[in-house]
């Protein structure tokens, strides 16, 4: 089971309301690349990979849900004294047509998120390299993110979210060695 | 929501920080279990974490449920701030 704990990972802090700024988070909230999607594809796959990388996937995925928080607060944060004018000219006027100021699972452009953005192949490898994956094209995401934000209160947190995106696909890149290196020792005997 | 003392923030980033180093060993120890020396730093950090946790929720209450935190007189846990409001 999961505990829930009422902190966030790092602390989130922002310097003014900024709907445009929160209009683009969203893509790391219920986009392709996001964390949701990196949460539930890293639980789901644990099922089927072998014991040696189940802890790692398990650890990494509950993670990701710490770093959903962070992304819904900021959201959150970035939108919450916004008046509805405010928001339509940052462009979230469909999103508040449908949702008032309440999150959604969706990508910066709106399109909701769907399980098409996530694989479990069963193969390990196969499994693995889309985890490597994943990690480098939210680092990339996260970059973006940086370069048009100009909120330095915002930037940190989401500089820490980008280096934890590296952390997990260094990780990634050693159970993949070491399944290689396992499969190799059978391959001996 | 910004009733807050200053010592909130300051204690709950002494948590973050710690807590930090938990996860980075935790992911660490998951693809390198035989680092004897990283699993003792794991303890210690696992006992720090407790020790800064207890003071904590003295005062502003429990940071976990289902009982892995003790609660409040009066149930602290739904009307104590959220990590989004705060
Ligand atoms: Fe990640």
Redesign the interface.
Same mark, same amino acid.
């Given at each position: 089971m999961w505990?829930?704990?009422?902190?966030?990972?790092?602390?989130?802090k922002v310097s003014t309301c900024n709907p445009t700024l929160a209009k683009y988070l969203i893509e790391q909230y219920g986009g392709a690349d996001g964390e949701l999607a990196a949460a539930l594809r890293y639980l789901n796959q644990r099922y089927t990979i072998p014991d040696k990388?189940v802890?790692?996937l398990t650890?990494?995925g509950t993670?990701e849900f710490a770093h959903l928080?962070m992304i819904?607060?900021m959201i959150?944060?970035l939108t919450k004294d916004a008046t509805p004018q405010q928001l339509r000219d940052a462009g979230l006027g469909d999103h508040y047509a449908n949702h008032d100021g309440a999150l959604f699972y969706h990508n910066a452009a709106g399109v909701p998120f769907t399980a098409t953005y996530i694989q479990a192949k069963g193969d390990p490898i196969a499994d693995l390299y889309e985890d490597i994956a994943a990690e480098e094209k939210a680092r990339a995401t996260y970059q973006w993110l940086i370069d048009m934000s100009d909120d330095p209160d915002l930037n940190d947190g989401l500089r820490f979210l980008r280096e934890r995106e590296i952390?997990?696909s260094q990780?990634f890149r050693?159970?993949v060695e070491?399944l290689k290196e396992e499969r190799d020792k059978k391959k001996i005997f | 929501m910004n009733s807050l003392p200053e010592n909130y923030?300051q204690e709950? %980033?002494q948590?973050?920080a710690v +807590?930090?180093v938990l996860? %980075?060993l935790?992911?660490?120890l +998951?693809?390198?279990p035989d680092d004897v020396k990283a699993i003792n730093q794991f303890n210690q950090y696992a006992q720090y974490s407790k020790q800064l946790k207890r003071a904590f929720e003295a005062q502003f209450g429990?940071?976990?449920?289902?009982g892995?935190s003790f609660s409040d007189a009066n149930w602290g846990?739904g009307r104590?701030p959220?990590?989004?409001q705060v």
């Open positions: 505990i829930y704990e009422k902190k966030l990972q790092y602390p989130v990388v802890g790692l650890d990494i993670e928080e819904a607060t959150y944060k952390i997990h990780r050693e159970a070491i | 923030y709950l %980033e948590i973050q +807590d930090f996860v %980075e935790t992911l660490y +998951d693809t390198h429990p940071l976990q449920q289902y892995n846990w104590l959220w990590p989004w």
